[in-house]
Each structure stands twice: as C-alpha cells, then as structure tokens.
C-alpha cells in the first residue's frame, strides 16, 4: 500500500495545535513509520480530520466530490430517496456517505410536497411509526429521521413522533428529529430524541426546552446555513437562528456543525454542498462558539455522537480522512478555506 510522510506539520488535536511532528498515512489508514513514505513537506500548514456535515441532503454522486473538494470526507444524509439511490451513493465516493433513506413525516407542510418523497412516509400513528422504522432497519440505514411541526402545521402527531424515537431506540438507532419553529422545537425535544436539528428561523426556543436538551444529554444540528438562506422568505425580518443557538451552546448543549447542503426541488433553499459548511463556521462563531470548539464539531464530536469510531481524529490506525490547510485556523478560522489537499481514507483528491 502506498504511504505518505507529511513533514513538520501542526495537528489540530480537540484543543489546540500540537508542535510540528510527522504523521504518516499508510493505505487509507493513518500509520506509524514512515519509511519508504513519499514526503510532503507540510511546514506552515495545519492538518485537520476530514470534516463531518452532519446535515446534508444527496441527489447525485457528484455532490460526494463537491464534499470532499472543501474537507467534508463524511456526509450524513439526513433523508433521501429512493432506496436505490441510497445504495448507490454508499459505494459512490469519495466522501463516505451514511444515511436516513427517507424521513417519517406528516399529512400536511413542505415536506409532504417535496417531488418524489414516498406515500409511505407519511406516518399519522404509533403503530405506522414502528411499521416506518422496521422497513428502514431492513434497508439498513445508519439512524432515522423525522419531521417534528408545531400542532397543526401538518407534522407526525405526538404520540407518532414518540413512537418514533421509542421504536429506533429498542432497535439500537438514533433518531434526529427535524424542528424549525418554536413549537416543532418543543415536541422534538419532548420525545427525548438523541439528535435536534435546525433551529427556529423565526421566534425564539423555549428556555425550559433548552433546560430540558441540556439535561437529557441531546444534540443540536442548528445548520445556521439553511436557515440564514430561508430567511428570505421572511422579508425583512432579522431572524433568531444565531441567538437561539447561542442559546443552546450558552446553555451547554452540544453542537454539531451540520448545512442542510441540498439541490433538492421544494427545499425552502439551495444550498451548496461543501462551501457550505465553511459558512456554517462563521455563523457558529457568530453563536459564540470558539474556533477549537467549531473545529471540533465538525470532526470528534459529530463521530464520537453518531458512532463513527474509526474516524474524527488524528491517531494511527484511524482512517486517513484528513484536511491540509494553509495557516492556523484555531488562530483565524477562514483559514479552513485555504485547503491545499484533503485525502478521504488515504485516496488524496
Ligand atoms: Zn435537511
């Protein structure tokens, strides 16, 4: 197998930059001896674990090379379909991609007219919820996804959304539970769901659901990126998706920096697949995350929170899915922008 040596290169390690050192990759897994390895030298240059989006959306496999292009080596799709097209996208590289299939969700609201989503996801009862959850266990998907609306805007009913969630658990998956307004923010977080994601474009969450986050141990996916993109739709309006997750982060309630990346007709916006994630950075900077701290929800955190043991660090026997960068980005976070190569386990692109 081919090995590589980058040469006095600083390692972003969860909290900082280590002092130059080598770091040897050996196949697609991170090595040790470096003899016999091509060398770079990676002087000046900081190296990254390949980054993690913990919220994007697949229609093509080029889109798994828009990824990599920007340092995403992980996708974690959160609702596609149809099954084939999820199967192929396994296999499809270059960023590894995991995924829902497709979300349970409600009668009515945006996501029951997106083209192409199944009948069957639409789930009205407990016992269409534990039905939803065995056919994704049998296709094999990697955790679930559902759409939690305020009452009456059309989503999955309590009582379904808490099927949900109780039918994944006994099965040994995670559910992440999409919330957009204050009250679809309050009935995912009700259910106890290991995973939130978005933020309330508008209006602001309940403190007693960020308490509630905070003391169930659950994870939030803001994608600040999406939900700055579908401000548009409010004319005028400021909108509340940075304070309320600077609400969550103040609250201790652990983000992961995920997009909504997406080219998906009926989305309420586009948003581009791997450029994105880099604004994602900046927004969560502006939610009053540090940039060690953003750097981390975008590499150990989101692997260690969805189980991906193999990856979101830098330490031999790891995968070798890893982010070259120019400068320091601890220092100065748009460093991450000034990407010189990104290998996605081993294979530089
Ligand atoms: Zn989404």
């Known amino acids: ?24 990759i050996d196949g697609s897994v991170l090595g040790t001896d470096s003899a016999g390895a091509r060398e770079i030298d990676a002087a000046g240059a900081t190296l990254l674990p390949g980054f993690i989006d913990a919220h994007v959306h697949l229609t093509a496999p080029e889109q798994l090379a828009d990824l990599a292009a920007w340092g995403v080596t992980t996708a974690l799709d959160m609702g596609c379909f149809p099954a084939e097209r999820v199967a192929a996208l396994r296999s499809a590289g270059p960023a590894d991609f995991r995924s829902a299939g497709p979300p349970a969700i409600g009668p009515g609201g945006m996501h029951a007219r997106i083209p192409g989503m199944p009948a069957s996801s639409i789930v009205t009862t407990a016992d269409a919820a534990v039905r939803f959850v065995e056919k994704r266990v049998a296709e094999g998907v990697d955790y679930v996804k559902g759409v939690a609306e305020a009452p009456g805007d059309g989503g999955p009913p309590a009582e379904a959304l808490q099927a949900l969630v109780d039918a994944a658990r006994e099965r040994g998956l995670h559910t992440v539970l999409h919330a957009a307004t204050p009250g679809a923010y309050h009935l995912a977080v009700a259910t106890g769901a290991r995973f939130v ?13 960020v308490a509630a986050m905070t003391a169930a141990g659950q994870t939030a996916v803001p994608t600040l990126t999406m939900m700055e993109a579908a401000l548009t739709r409010f004319a005028g309006a400021a909108g509340d998706f940075v304070a309320n997750a600077a609400a969550l982060h103040a609250a201790g309630v652990e983000i992961l920096a995920g997009t909504d990346a997406n080219a998906q007709p009926g989305a309420p916006a586009e948003v581009a697949h791997g450029s994105s994630l880099h604004r994602e950075f900046e927004l969560l900077a502006e939610a009053g995350l540090t940039p060690a701290e953003i750097l981390r929800a975008a590499t150990v955190d989101p692997a260690r929170a969805f189980g991906l043991t193999d990856r979101g660090e830098i330490r031999p026997g790891l995968r070798a899915d890893l982010v070259l960068v120019e400068g320091d980005p601890v220092a100065d976070l748009s460093a991450t922008r000034a990407i010189r190569t990104v290998w996605c386990a081993g294979t530089e692109i």
């Open 1 to 24: 197998m081919a090995k590589t040596a980058l040469r006095d290169v600083r390692v972003f390690d969860g909290r900082g930059l280590t002092e130059p050192r080598t770091v040897v």
């Open 197 to 209: 994601t978005h933020v309330p474009t508008i209006g602001r969450i309940a403190a007693e659901d």
